[in-house]
């Protein structure tokens, strides 16, 4: 078997890659006359929580002989001789010497060998135990939980999980995979020289700000997510990990909510012909049933599989999401619950493409019809240099220039577009009558959005069927926002199994939820630009009305194959 060449390219507020707050043990505390962690009834607690660190120096142990399962003497006269005994006194010697030895096995534990679960001694730089990732509830600086890249957590996971055949090095059997930032979760405040680092970045690490170079939700005080400029950086990441030569596909992580949105987007943008696989979890790594190891262990074992590959060696499934075994289309998936298993295929047409079973036997029952990747009409290097935008000027609506790709083909972060998404519902009408100027947040929002000069939209989420609002009134607004210059999709409410349907102003999103609309929206901008403006959006010209319908009908025709 060869080992696949994988790239792991780090994505912000991911819990995959996170892990539970460092606290400090009851071995450290009792060491320095610290109150022990206590349980619920007021007595201390059993175990301390072990946690992933590195020796020193080497030291050599001595383990008890039969102690790793209670069964094992059961069968004593399987095993070879142990490596010695330990005595009350606790001397090592080769022979037994009386009834109170214990048959030991001798050890030498050296820091060369990675890993080791021990208990965290560190205390605050006071005196006192840590308690949390900051020094005290709701302090302005703290600790970091999440990773900076993905080096520390597939180590974790190579050297402490064990797979169904009772092994570790469930990753370096398979893949020799590097490590990228994205867009990550955790970064270095005080930067990072370029022979510390471990990932495949090149000079030194700058000092890095939370909510503009690394994105983690913990502390939740102090909580960032990624603007709208870092899609276009993970965007020309994710397509230069995949044009080079040195990867045979990419491993794509983050937050459990929002790894379905970039694996879609990846979906429509990234030119590639090799698979890209979405991971995540519910719980971070080394909290109790983490599930992250496994996802992540079957995204590396798909790419090395190559079950994804057609005649041509090429990816015929897309961007893939692999969750609890399962392999999901990317234009499918969605988060509904917050544990492991939380993960359905939304459309109701499939979604489910593939399972890797309890032995890790790949298989798949359905491949996408979607366009995707290499054949999506909305991948990077299809995209124009530059398409047109409205804004509102002195002079009443005007087309802008909106540059899309820089000189070497890379996505302009001012480019990204600017969509939102109305979700209504009924008795939503400010008044009776139905008059469009009482709808002022709607009114505020395509305001809004011609003054920026950007590329704007609207997805609205209304009834099933299939995208109405259940409002005349600002359905009229809606119309108007089209006729505004602005594309507007239409999906039906939550997850619908029902498509869309079509009209001659409004694109019909098929049977994607608003998320996804979405951002099939704001590929679409990028390829083709806002609409066609009337003059009087009030009342257009019915040779305004055939310039907007057409464009719209370009926009239905990616819609519909997407």
């Known amino acids: 078997m060869t080992k696949a060449r994988i790239a792991h390219l780090a ?14 043990s009851n071995k450290a505390r009792a060491k320095y006359g610290l109150p022990l962690l206590p349980n619920p009834d007021g007595s201390a607690m059993k175990y301390d929580a072990l946690r992933a660190q590195r020796l020193a120096a080497p030291v050599k142990i001595y383990v008890e002989q039969f102690s790793a399962h209670p069964l094992e003497a059961d069968v004593a006269e399987l095993y070879g001789p142990p490596d010695g005994y330990m005595g009350p006194d606790g001397v090592f010697k080769t022979a037994k ?14 820091p060369e060998d990675g890993l080791y679960p021990l208990p965290y001694m560190a205390r605050q730089a006071n005196g006192t135990a840590w308690e949390e990732e900051c020094v005290a509830p709701g302090a302005p600086q703290g600790r970091q939980g999440f990773f900076p890249d993905g080096s520390r957590s597939f180590e974790e996971i190579d050297r ?23 867009a990550p979760p955790g970064g270095f405040t005080k930067g990072k020289p370029a022979h510390l680092r471990a990932d495949k970045g090149e000079g030194d690490i700058a000092p890095e700000r939370r909510g503009h170079n690394f994105f983690g939700y913990k502390p939740y005080h102090l909580a960032t997510a990624p603007p709208r400029p870092m899609l276009a950086k993970v965007t020309n990441d994710m397509q230069a990990l995949v044009d080079s030569p040195d990867y045979d596909g990419v491993i ?3 937050g459990s909510p929002q790894v379905e949105e970039s694996a879609y987007w990846f979906n429509l943008l990234i030119d590639t012909a090799k698979p890209i696989c979405g991971n995540a979890a519910q719980r971070p790594q080394g909290q109790i049933s983490n599930d992250g190891p496994k996802n992540i262990v079957d995204s590396a074992s798909y790419i090395q599989s190559k ?9 015929r499934c897309g ?13 499918e998936v969605a988060k509904v619950d917050a544990r492991p298993g939380g993960y359905v295929a939304t459309g109701g047409h499939g979604g489910i493409i593939g399972q890797i079973s309890h032995t890790g036997r790949l298989a798949l029952t359905y491949l996408p019809v979607f366009k995707h990747t290499f054949r999506s009409e909305l991948r990077l290097s299809q995209l124009p240099a530059s398409v047109s935008a409205v804004k509102r000027g002195a002079a009443g609506l005007e087309q802008v220039n909106v540059a899309v790709k820089d000189a070497a083909g890379k996505l302009l972060a001012s480019a990204i577009p600017v969509v939102s998404i109305i979700k209504d519902g009924s008795y939503s009408t400010l008044e009776f ?3 469009p100027a009482l709808e002022a947040d709607l009114i505020a929002s395509i305001e809004h959005k011609l003054s920026l000069g950007m590329l704007t939209g609207i997805v609205i989420e209304g009834l099933v069927p299939y995208g109405s609002l259940p409002s005349t009134a600002r359905h009229k607004l809606m119309l108007k926002a089209a006729f505004s210059g602005l594309p507007v999709a239409k999906v039906g409410r939550n997850a619908p199994e029902g498509f869309a349907d079509p009209h001659d102003f409004q694109i019909a999103a098929t049977n994607l939820t608003a998320t996804k609309a979405r951002l099939l929206l704001m590929a679409c901008l990028l390829k083709f630009g806002s609409l066609p403006a009337a003059k009087d959006p009030d009342k257009p010209t019915s040779t305004e009305l055939d310039a907007i319908r057409k464009a719209v009908a370009r926009y239905q025709d990616v819609f519909s194959t997407h």
Request: aromatic share 8%; hydrophobic share 35%; charged share 25%.
């Open 307 to 315: 079950i994804w590959a057609d005649d041509q060696g090429r990816d």
């Open 252 to 254: 794509w992580t983050q």
């Open 319 to 331: 961007v893939v999401v692999i969750q609890e075994q399962q392999i999901f289309a990317a234009r």
């Open 97 to 110: 010497s009386g009834d109170d030895d214990k048959p030991v096995y001798e050890i030498e534990l050296k």
């Open 160 to 182: 402490l999980s064990i797979g169904t055949e009772g092994v570790a090095s469930q990753l370096s059997s398979i893949a020799e995979i590097d490590f990228y930032r994205g």
């Open 11 to 24: 994505g912000p507020t991911a819990t995959i890659q996170n892990t539970p707050p460092l606290v400090t």
């Open 433 to 435: 009558g139905d008059d």
